[in-house]
């Protein structure tokens, strides 16, 4: 055993440069790939904060035109926490 190891620490002297470059290029995709990783996660974590804090609606819808009255209705159906009726209009600047 002890001969393989002196072999490959030889080998390993002999080709300085090569085993430099090959160790860098090793170490780089490492890094590369727990760069990605934790950015997945930061990502997925970001994702479920994100829609906690804003409370996005469950359920959205577009009319063309309803009177107020559509939205109390709308409140009123069981298992509805919250409606909101509101009028958005496109205007130019």
């Not at 080709?15 to 930061?42: E, H, N, P």
């Not at 209705?73 to 009028?87: F, H, N, Q, T, Y």
């Amino acid at each position: 055993m002890r001969m393989l190891l002196l072999k490959a620490w030889r080998d390993i002297m002999a080709r300085k440069g090569q085993f430099l470059s090959l160790a860098a290029l090793v170490a780089i995709g490492i890094m590369a790939y727990v760069t990605f990783l934790t950015g997945y996660y930061d990502l997925g974590a970001s994702i479920e904060r994100a829609n906690s804090e804003l409370k996005f609606a469950d359920f959205n819808t577009k009319v063309l035109g309803a009177p107020e009255s559509v939205g109390r209705r709308i409140e009123r159906i069981p298992g509805v926490a919250a409606a909101d009726a509101r009028l958005v209009v496109d205007t130019a600047l």
